[in-house]
Structures are given as structure tokens and as C-alpha cells.
């Protein structure tokens, strides 16, 4: 066997935005070749070269590595089919987010666990910001339990998936911006909380209001944390530097805050902090960046695999 042999991979709903962007950057890849991608109504498309074919007819054993960019809700039946071929796979809908079968992806936290695993699922685009903003602050006791953490996100309009619907045509999104799942509704806030608890310590209270940006790809994110402390701008940067010091996929900014513009077609979360002036109790700002189908989608999958076959972990990937 050749052990420098490219890793042969499989895209499920490879005709979906965040399909194309798995096969975008496995086309990239120094060590990955693509065994095949499918799709549902573009079976037939080409995509990076690769003829998509129906699920049905996807050669699942000829790949090592499974990406499931299905929808939710449908994902979960292929995945375990993959499983039960012995396929090690990455889920990347919600499917298994919170199941027990599953290793959650957030690779900067759940690295060890994701090296062995079987089966990964993939965080959210939302939560993925929001955790790595949160966690190293929650990890510290610095969260005051007894006050709501508020996140006020906005996505671009990929975050939507790109089968048609009405509210998202052009007509509808262009030179307009809207909220949606207002009132703490969102599927990601299940997610969000139940990793804020297990991985950072924190079981208050989450407050997530997303909204739609037009722009195509990526999401901010600012975040309202009320703190058990004061701590100034120094301080906080200080925090979140120590957290990521060694880490290549997460952008600490000093004196500055993110803009989509410092992550978009990057593996990267981007953060910059405030103290928040003017208040009684102490709290702090935390502006968090993403491309949702980078760092928030297949780019982060595409570095759990390479986690799970011990290459290196930025293999393939602009961070
Ligand atoms: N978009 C994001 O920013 C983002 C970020 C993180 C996670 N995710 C998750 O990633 C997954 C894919 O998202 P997306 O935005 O790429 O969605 P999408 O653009 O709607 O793509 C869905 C893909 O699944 C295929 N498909 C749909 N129904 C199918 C069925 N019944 N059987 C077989 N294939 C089917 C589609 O094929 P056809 O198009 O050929 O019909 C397409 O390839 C979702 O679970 C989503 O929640 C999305």
C-alpha cells in the first residue's frame, strides 16, 4: 500500500452550497481525491470535474471518508448506510449534533475526540462562531449565570442552502435586512447550549436572534456577555490569546474588531473584543466572523478529516 496515496473521499449532496464548497476545496487538497459526489435533482452535473450521480448509485465502499452535505432530516439514513459499510464519515447537517453516537466536530475543542471518532458531526455555522467567542470565557467562570448571554448574528443568504424559496430571491433579500426566528427559536440554539454546558461550564441563559444579510457568504456575530468581573480590553484580548495561541484557524484581533472581509474563503474564525462602557455591571462585546461555509461548514469538516487521518490539520485549507 501506499501510504502517500491521495485519501479517497465521498460528497453526499455535492450539488448543494456547501457540497460545492467541499468539492471546491477537496480539489485542493495535497492529500484527498474525490471518489465521487451526489445530488438529487443536478444528478447528471458536473461539479470540479466530477460527474454527480444519484445517491442510489454512489460507489459509497470505494471511499475511505464519507462528507454528508444532505439536509437534515435526510442525512441521518445515508450516514448510517456509510457506517454500516465501515466508512468513517463526517456529517455536516444537524442530524447528529446532539447525539451520543456522534463526536462533536468543533475541532479546536473536541480535537482528541475527533482524531478517533467514527462518525463526526459537524457543528452549525452559528454556533461554531459563537462557541469559539464563548467557551474560553465560560472555561474561565467568567459568564455571570445569573444574566443572559445575547447573540445577535446575521448571515449571508448561503446560509439558506440553495434550494429555491421565495423569500430568498433577489428581489426579496437584495437592499434589505431582516431578523428571522425571532423570540429564541432557532434550530442552533439546542446545539449552542448543550455544548456551552459540557464544554465550557456554562448553563445560564442564550438569547440568539439571527438575521439575513445580503451578501452571499458569511456571518457576524456580536455577542453580549455579562461578566462576573470587569475585565478591560487589554485583559479579555489576553484571555482569548492564550486560548488560541496555537491555534491557525482562530484570529484574535488586537484593538480591532472583525469584518466578513477578514474571513470569507478562509478555515478562520476572527475575534475582537470590548469592554462595554456606560453599564452598572460589568460586560464585555465579543465580534465574532465566519464564512458559514468555510470554518462554518466544509472547510471545518475538511479539517476534522484531517484530524481523523492524521494529516496535517490546516492540509488543503486557506486559514
Ligand atoms: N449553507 C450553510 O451555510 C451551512 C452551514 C453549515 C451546515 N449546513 C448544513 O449542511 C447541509 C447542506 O446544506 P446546504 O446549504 O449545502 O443545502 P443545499 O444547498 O440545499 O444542498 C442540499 C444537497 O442535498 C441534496 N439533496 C436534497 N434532498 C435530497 C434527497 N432527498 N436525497 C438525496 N439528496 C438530496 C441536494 O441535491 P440537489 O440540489 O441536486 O437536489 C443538494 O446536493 C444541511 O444539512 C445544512 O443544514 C449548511
Same mark, same amino acid.
Given at each position: 500500500?501506499?501510504?502517500?496515496?491521495?485519501?479517497?473521499?465521498?460528497?453526499?449532496?455535492? /450539488?448543494?452550497?456547501?457540497?460545492?464548497?467541499?468539492?471546491?476545496?477537496?480539489?485542493?487538497?495535497?492529500?484527498?481525491?474525490?471518489?465521487? =459526489?451526489?445530488?438529487?435533482?443536478?444528478?447528471?452535473?458536473?461539479?470540479?470535474?466530477?460527474?454527480?450521480?444519484?445517491?442510489?448509485?454512489?460507489?459509497?465502499? /470505494?471511499?475511505?471518508?464519507?462528507? /454528508?452535505?444532505?439536509?437534515?432530516?435526510?442525512?441521518?439514513?445515508?450516514?448510517?448506510?456509510?457506517?454500516?459499510?465501515?466508512?468513517? +464519515?463526517?456529517?455536516?447537517?444537524?442530524?447528529?449534533?446532539?447525539?451520543?453516537?456522534?463526536?462533536?466536530?468543533?475541532?479546536?475543542?473536541? %480535537?482528541?475526540?475527533?482524531?478517533?471518532?467514527?462518525?463526526?458531526?459537524?457543528?452549525?455555522?452559528?454556533? +461554531?462562531?459563537?462557541?469559539?467567542?464563548?467557551?474560553?470565557?465560560?472555561?474561565?467562570?467568567?459568564?455571570?449565570?445569573?444574566?443572559?448571554?445575547?447573540?445577535?448574528?446575521? /448571515?449571508?443568504?448561503?446560509?439558506?442552502?440553495?434550494?429555491?424559496?421565495?423569500?430568498?430571491?433577489?428581489?426579496?433579500?437584495?437592499?434589505?435586512?431582516?431578523?428571522?426566528?425571532?423570540?429564541?427559536?432557532?434550530?442552533?440554539?439546542?446545539?449552542?447550549?448543550?455544548?456551552?454546558?459540557?464544554?465550557?461550564?456554562?448553563?445560564?441563559?442564550?438569547?440568539?436572534?439571527?438575521?439575513?444579510?445580503?451578501?452571499?457568504?458569511?456571518?457576524?456575530?456580536?455577542?453580549?456577555?455579562?461578566? +462576573? %468581573?470587569?475585565?478591560?480590553?487589554?485583559?479579555?484580548?489576553?484571555?482569548?490569546?492564550?486560548?488560541?495561541?496555537?491555534?491557525?484557524?482562530?484570529?484574535?484581533?488586537?484593538?480591532?474588531?472583525?469584518?466578513?472581509?477578514?474571513?470569507?474563503?478562509?478555515?478562520?474564525?476572527?475575534?475582537?473584543?470590548?469592554?462595554?462602557?456606560?453599564?452598572?455591571?460589568?460586560?464585555?462585546?465579543?465580534?465574532?466572523?465566519?464564512?458559514?461555509?468555510?470554518?462554518?461548514?466544509? =472547510?471545518?469538516?475538511?479539517?476534522?478529516?484531517?484530524?481523523?487521518?492524521?494529516?496535517?490539520?490546516?492540509?488543503?485549507?486557506?486559514?
Amino acid at each position: 500500500m501506499n501510504i502517500n496515496a491521495p485519501v479517497p473521499v465521498g460528497v453526499l449532496g455535492a /450539488s448543494g452550497y456547501v457540497g460545492k464548497e467541499l468539492l471546491r476545496l477537496l480539489a485542493g487538497h495535497p492529500r484527498a481525491s474525490v471518489a465521487f =459526489g451526489t445530488a438529487e435533482t443536478a444528478a447528471g452535473e458536473r461539479e470540479q470535474g466530477v460527474e454527480l450521480l444519484r445517491i442510489a448509485d454512489a460507489p459509497i465502499a /470505494s471511499a475511505e471518508v464519507v462528507f /454528508s452535505a444532505l439536509p437534515h432530516g435526510v442525512s441521518a439514513q445515508y450516514v448510517q448506510e456509510a457506517r454500516a459499510l465501515g466508512k468513517r +464519515t463526517v456529517d455536516l447537517s444537524a442530524d447528529f449534533r446532539l447525539s451520543p453516537e456522534a463526536v462533536y466536530g468543533l475541532t479546536e475543542v473536541t %480535537r482528541s475526540r475527533v482524531a478517533t471518532a467514527e462518525l463526526v458531526a459537524n457543528p452549525g455555522c452559528y454556533p +461554531t462562531a459563537a462557541l469559539l467567542a464563548l467557551l474560553p470565557l465560560g472555561r474561565a467562570g467568567l459568564i455571570d449565570p445569573s444574566r443572559e448571554v445575547v447573540i445577535d448574528a446575521a /448571515s449571508g443568504v448561503t446560509g439558506a442552502g440553495r434550494s429555491l424559496k421565495r423569500e430568498l430571491l433577489f428581489g426579496e433579500v437584495a437592499e434589505d435586512f431582516r431578523a428571522y426566528s425571532v423570540g429564541n427559536e432557532h434550530r442552533h440554539l439546542p446545539e449552542l447550549k448543550a455544548t456551552l454546558a459540557r464544554e465550557g461550564g456554562f448553563t445560564g441563559d442564550l438569547v440568539f436572534t439571527p438575521h439575513l444579510l445580503p451578501v452571499r457568504r458569511g456571518i457576524l456575530e456580536t455577542i453580549h456577555v455579562p461578566l +462576573t %468581573r470587569g475585565l478591560d480590553r487589554a485583559a479579555a484580548e489576553a484571555i482569548y490569546e492564550s486560548a488560541y495561541a496555537d491555534e491557525p484557524c482562530v484570529a484574535v484581533l488586537r484593538g480591532a474588531w472583525p469584518s466578513l472581509k477578514d474571513v470569507v474563503y478562509r478555515n478562520r474564525v476572527a475575534l475582537g473584543v470590548a469592554a462595554v462602557a456606560n453599564v452598572q455591571r460589568p460586560r464585555l462585546t465579543v465580534i465574532a466572523a465566519i464564512d458559514n461555509l468555510v470554518k462554518g461548514a466544509a =472547510g471545518q469538516a475538511i479539517q476534522n478529516m484531517n484530524v481523523m487521518l492524521g494529516l496535517e490539520e490546516t492540509a488543503g485549507l486557506p486559514c
